[in-house]
């Protein structure tokens, strides 16, 4: 058929018709997170649920088969924005904290928490690049698994530090490596450089690991690993379905 | 020795566990405000009203007053700081020396912050950037101002200050960065304006910096010492000090330094001064004056001078643990008493420290100087 | 205090290098001298104040109260003041509640005991007049002076009175000590390789990552975790150094409990 259609304008040449994806194709896109909750039994990541933050990330960490022991934590950065005030060569960072629901740790501890987190992500954003400016990271604790009335706050501090870390990824803020904590009994390290660096240290129960520092470090170490893959593994795939 | 001491009567039980690790002085019962008033004859000033103004005639120059004690019922006398009038007497408003100049009568205060006078060598600390200016902590009332145009920039001192030197303030002086520097004068309020335009002023390298109380610094010709050690040591009239590695300008500029034992028979304000001699021409200024002097980077240090320069902080803390005046043959002669304590880290128990200051006392005594 | 570029670089090197040569001139294991003035307070069980050689400065009291121990849970309650600080500031209040996690849990609570009913609830209060560093190693050991200085009132009545309702009666003027193992908390700073005990402000301030270590019962004990002292230079450390710090406390703690203690 080679009639041209002398009636109407016709476009250059070289133009192609425009082709609409089909509506399939994006739940395609979404599903690859749902498979990876089987895929890595025990963390589903979602990044970029807070259209109104910089950068946020979502986690759910599961203990074993049940659904009790499921940590729930959205983590948002805010930043790097504008500071007041004096100069600073460098961003400061804040990091808060707050139960969703309902509140069973206690403020001196949440505090502690902080603390301890924005020590740890102090090492790892590179501020400098970010002078006179804030960055404001805010955690949501939306599913706690404390059951009982004892705090264990390992699986959250453990969390915490992942969430940020995706979070900062999300939000596109420097950082010199994919920092990742793992836990083992009721201590919590925090690595970078592929294990070889701690960045964090908690321990903050007495358990039978107590004189024997480097063999705790060891065997968080082998969490951290696993938690950086899944990460690392998430940050990838997010990536090219965004293509 | 220490006025402080004499403030807190522990006597009872004290007792003094020296340690390799920690030295804990253990004082039973604290503070005895109480039974200390209560015995009559240990306490120092014992003087009613009556007993003042009988006493009526003059504190003489040098005398030691108290707030609110009368100086003079002269009205003849000037009245200057540290003092006020009322019905015709002058009463002394700080703790401190009487000192007469001519007709004027001012206390000197023993405590107090530093009180800045133009022409004084003082280290300061960058607090503030601001318009066109720095505003300098020299732990005085207020903070010291620091003109742009009162520094030497990189490419020569006759320069014209740029807009881009003022976009760049910055990049010479930022906040935290040390400096020594002379007061040019002062402001009605008697805060201090600041010049750097010598090569013997300006940012501060290669050591380390502690704080003495200023009434400690003696005013001198010269706050700029060579000491031996190849270390040098600016004393800031306002009581800070400045510590480092000697470098090749400041042995061209220091005629004063002292080598080994000769340095303690040296008196105390020493120092031969060559009008001239601490000057640099013109074209000298230009060459020196690159990026180099606003330079952040520390030339390389030895451990061995590392430890010197440990050593005299040390003992310039001990003197000033024991209000001894600071000058350069005691910092010198303290240097050479501490000798004696091989571990630099001994020299911060306090028993070592007062045992420094009292050699440095008794060293001066013997020779007649103190 | 804002320290220059050049002084940090200076500080950071000297305490890098092996063996670290720290400021002052200390050696890696050395605390900075410290006075202890302890039973001052007229009102208080105990008290104690901690003078560091840099002018660092705190004050602890220790008061009691008599509570039914079936009804109070909590029976140490600390309070932690530190003057230039606000009180609802991260800073301080991490410091009172791991203060107050440590002593409530690791105090031994049957040194407390009264009675089968009644026991003594210890508030402690904690006020730093001036700190210049990190203040937990200062704090702890004005808290365990002024606890191992505390006086209680001595009990006259029967220490039977769960069937009688009876309220404990005290002497007139005697008083029992309080006998009770305190634990100490120690900071570290690690500076490259080196660790180094009680960091003044100036090592705070170029020390890569703080360390804190308890010390009870002659062992080191949790809690243990990394402070940030500064956030100029904290970093990663190795496994190694925090090894370091926790054989390093096991060496010296001895050392300062008896300091603290002789005498």
Redesign the interface.
């Known amino acids: 058929m080679n009639i041209t259609d002398r009636r109407r304008i016709l476009g250059p040449s070289n133009a192609k018709p425009l082709v609409f994806e089909r509506l399939e194709s994006s739940e395609q896109a979404a599903q690859p997170p749902q498979e990876k909750n089987n895929e890595n039994e025990s963390m589903y990541i979602k990044n970029g649920l807070v259209s109104n933050a910089n950068g946020s990330s979502y986690l759910e960490l599961k203990r074993g088969e049940s659904s009790e022991q499921c940590t729930i934590l959205l983590s948002s950065v805010y930043g790097p924005r504008p500071s007041r005030g ?2 600073s ?2 961003a400061s ?1 804040s990091v808060q904290f707050k139960e969703v629901t309902i509140e069973k740790i ?4 949440l ?2 928490i ?3 987190l ?3 992500f ?2 790892v954003i590179n ?1 400098e690049r970010y002078p006179k400016s804030g960055i404001d990271i805010f955690l949501s604790l939306i599913k706690n698994p404390i059951t009982s009335d004892e705090a264990n706050l390992e699986p959250i501090i453990a969390a915490c530090v992942n969430g940020i870390t995706l979070a900062l990824a999300d939000a596109g803020i420097e950082i010199f490596d994919t920092v990742s904590a793992g836990t083992y009994k ?1 201590n919590v390290v925090a ?3 592929n294990g ?12 039978d690991t ?2 024997d ?2 063999s705790v ?1 060891e065997n968080c170490r082998g969490n951290y690993l696993q938690n950086r893959k899944g990460i690392i593994e998430y940050l990838i795939r997010s990536k090219n379905a965004d293509i | 020795m220490s006025s402080r001491s004499s403030l807190l009567t522990h006597s009872q039980q004290t007792a003094s566990m020296p340690a390799d690790v920690i030295s804990v002085r253990k004082v039973q019962e604290g503070f005895q405000f109480v039974n200390s008033l209560a015995s009559e004859g240990e306490s120092d000033v014992e003087m009613s009203d009556d007993e003042k103004v009988e006493k009526s005639a003059e504190a003489n120059d040098g005398a030691i007053v108290t707030p609110g004690e009368l100086v003079t019922d002269d009205p003849i006398w000037m009245r200057g700081h540290g003092t006020y009038f009322l019905e015709n007497k002058t009463y002394a408003s700080v703790a401190g020396t009487v000192s007469r100049v001519n007709r004027l009568l001012s206390v000197v205060p023993l405590r107090g912050r530093y009180a800045p006078e133009t022409g004084d060598h003082i280290i300061g600390r960058i607090a503030e950037v601001g318009n066109r200016r720095w505003k300098v902590d020299i732990g005085a009332k207020q903070h010291a101002v620091l003109m742009l145009g009162s520094v030497n920039l990189p490419g020569g001192v006759l320069r014209r200050k740029s807009e881009s030197d003022e976009l760049q303030m910055r990049n010479f002086l930022k906040e935290g960065d040390l400096l020594n520097a002379e007061v040019q004068s002062l402001f009605q309020d008697g805060s201090a304006s600041l010049h750097t335009r010598s090569l013997k002023y300006g940012k501060l390298r290669n050591g380390v910096f502690l704080q003495v109380p200023s009434p400690l610094i003696v005013r001198s010709k010269n706050h700029t010492h060579n000491l031996p050690g190849n270390v040098t040591v600016i004393l800031g009239v306002n009581g800070f000090i400045w510590l480092r590695k000697t470098s090749e300008l400041d042995t061209a500029n220091n005629s004063s330094a002292v080598v080994g034992k000769n340095a303690a028979t040296l008196s105390g304000a020493s120092g031969e001064f060559k009008p001239g001699n601490n000057s640099v021409s013109i074209t000298r200024l230009e060459e020196e004056s690159s990026w180099e002097i606003y330079s952040d980077k520390n030339d390389h240090i030895s451990d061995v001078m590392r430890k010197t320069i440990t050593r005299y902080s040390n003992v310039i803390k001990a003197l000033a643990h024991c209000e001894i005046g600071i000058t350069e043959a005691r910092v010198v002669a303290a240097y050479e008493a501490s000798m004696a304590y091989s571990q630099i880290g001994s020299l911060i128990d306090k028993e070592n420290m007062e045992a420094i200051g009292q050699d440095v006392i008794n060293a001066e005594r013997m020779r007649g100087n103190a | 205090m804002v320290l220059s570029v050049t002084e940090k670089s200076y500080l950071h090197e000297s305490l890098a290098s092996v063996p670290p040569a720290r400021p002052d001139g200390r050696k890696a294991d050395q605390f900075r001298p410290i006075e202890v003035f302890t039973d001052f307070l007229p009102a208080s069980n105990g008290s104690s104040k901690v003078v560091a050689s840099d002018g660092t400065e705190c004050l602890v009291s220790v008061k009691c109260k008599v509570v039914d121990h079936a009804v109070e849970e909590d029976l140490v309650v600390v309070d932690v003041d530190i003057a230039g600080h606000r009180d609802d500031s991260g800073f301080v209040q991490g410091i009172a509640s791991t203060l107050s996690k440590v002593l409530s849990t690791q105090l031994d609570r049957s040194c407390l005991r009264l009675t089968k009913k009644y026991s003594f609830k210890l508030y402690i209060d904690v006020l730093v007049l001036s700190s210049f560093s990190h203040p937990l190693t200062l704090i702890s050991f004005a808290v365990y002076s002024a606890l191992n200085s505390t006086q209680l009132p001595k009990l006259i009545s029967s220490d039977d009175d769960l069937d009688v309702a009876e309220l404990p009666t005290f002497h007139d003027y005697d008083f029992v000590k309080l006998n009770v193992s305190v634990p100490l908390l120690f900071t570290l700073a690690i500076c490259g390789k080196n660790v180094l005990v009680d960091p003044a402000s100036n090592e705070s301030d170029v020390a890569n990552n703080g360390i804190l270590v308890t010390w009870n019962n002659g062992k080191a004990t949790a809690p243990i975790r990394t402070l940030g002292l500064n956030e100029d230079y904290v970093s990663g450390v190795s496994p190694q150094s925090l090894q370091d710090s926790i054989k390093m406390i096991e060496q010296v703690a001895p050392e300062v409990l008896q300091a603290l203690g002789g005498i």
């Open positions: 004096a100069f060569s460098k960072l206690p403020s001196g501890e505090k502690e902080c603390n301890f924005s020590n740890i102090s090492a501020l009721r690595f970078s450089k070889t660096e701690v960045v964090g240290l908690w321990k903050d129960k007495e358990d107590a004189n520092i480097l470090i």
